[in-house]
């Protein structure tokens, strides 16, 4: 038995080294946590609201989620969140409440946003449309318009993408909120799908408008991809009346029904907690610098090689040529038909960049095949 938990650790570990396509960081030791696996925790029902169970991590759950509604301007006294199983499920709480408030809304969702939306929709029954979007990845804007405008007595429900899975692309709130008032449309309720991006737009100092103070109605983002954790996790933000209209009373955990699952993990809340106590804003804004620092070497180095490769403003995701199955699987590089990328989190380092560049340009995989942007 214990021979197959050093083979697994073994196996993994060497995947985990190579790992440079995916939005994971590893920067992180959480071995102070280690009494807390054998607790069993569970944070059924609202974090804000103590259930008769009294085995939880609520009080650090609070304060975990305090911080996101800060970073990202929630308005104040006024916005409800918890942590989540990470940044589909906040995906699909977002949507359910938009759905609660506008139950014949349509939902509005560009072609490059993350999967668990269209399998978000599917689930809540919500009629749909998907919006072209532009060769860098973000939304066309003149095609959602053209959309909303043929539906102008339904209400809007947008999925904004605060970092596309491929591209790493935004779309920009204010002019999604223009685009609806210019249209004359009253009812409309935004969401910012930020996953990967939501930490590290908002500690950028160029701008990029998706929190509330630009209009957003909800955000989302997910904890084990720039913060770092060993289980899944993120966090959901939102308003709090639309989470009023939800709440029900469940006399059995003598909490409130407010969020998508039942039972509810306990260690993640402690684990973000934990990671936020450490690092603090300062501590995650160097790692925002470290990785855009090391997104433009990669830029540099790649281009140096005569590796074809570009980035959005303010990413840390290179998007580089599709790559042939052997550098895709060591690398661990998503791949779509025209393109991969390789993701600049805070544990790459330089020289996991220069083997790469040196992996692909002397396998001459370093063009972008012809009908690609
Ligand atoms: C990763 C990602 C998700 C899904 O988040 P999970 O934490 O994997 O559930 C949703 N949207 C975007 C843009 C993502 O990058």
């Not at 790992?19 to 994971?24: D, E, I, K, L």
């Amino acid at each position: 038995m214990l021979q197959r938990l050093e083979d697994l650790k073994e196996r993994v570990l060497d995947h985990a080294h190579k790992a440079v396509g995916y939005p994971v960081s590893q920067d992180f030791d959480y071995s102070e946590l280690k009494d807390f696996i054998n607790i069993p925790f569970n944070n059924v029902g609202d974090p804000f609201i103590d259930s008769t169970y009294g085995v939880n991590s609520n009080e650090m759950e609070r304060e975990v989620v305090h911080f996101f509604a800060d970073l990202f301007n929630a308005p104040k006294d006024n916005w409800w969140g918890y942590v989540t199983n990470g940044g589909s499920e906040g995906n699909l709480y977002s949507l359910y409440l938009a759905r609660e408030k506008y139950p014949n809304g349509i939902i509005y969702y560009s072609d490059s946003t993350h999967y668990s939306v269209r399998k978000n929709i599917h689930l809540l029954g919500c009629e749909s449309i998907a919006i072209k979007s532009q060769t860098n990845g973000e939304m066309d804007y003149e095609d959602f318009e053209r959309m909303i405008e043929l539906h102008r007595n339904t209400p809007v429900i947008v999925v904004a993408n605060i970092g596309t899975t491929m591209k790493e692309a935004c779309d920009d709130i204010r002019k999604i909120k223009k685009t609806i008032t210019r249209s004359a449309i009253q009812h409309y309720y935004i969401h910012s799908d930020a996953a990967l991006s939501g930490v590290i737009k908002a500690l950028s100092e160029d701008h990029t408008p998706f929190d509330f103070i630009d209009g957003t109605d909800s955000i989302t983002i997910s904890g084990h991809k720039f913060i770092g954790s060993p289980i899944p996790c993120g966090v959901v933000i939102v308003k709090k009346p639309n989470r009023d209209r939800i709440a029900l009373s469940i006399s059995y955990t003598g909490s409130m029904d407010t969020t998508i699952t039942g039972s509810r993990n306990g260690l993640s809340p402690i684990i973000l907690w934990y990671a936020i106590q450490k690092l603090g804003k300062e501590g995650l804004k160097k790692r925002v610098d470290y990785s855009k620092g090391l997104a433009d070497y990669a830029l540099k180095t790649l281009r140096y090689h005569g590796v074809d490769c570009w980035k959005n403003k303010n990413a840390i995701t290179v998007v580089i040529p599709p790559q042939p199955i052997h550098i895709k699987e060591k690398w661990q590089l998503a791949t779509e038909e025209t393109m991969s990328h390789i993701i600049c989190m805070p544990n790459v380092t330089r020289e996991q960049i220069d083997a790469i560049t040196q992996e692909i340009s002397s396998n001459g995989n370093c063009q972008f095949p012809e009908d690609n942007e």
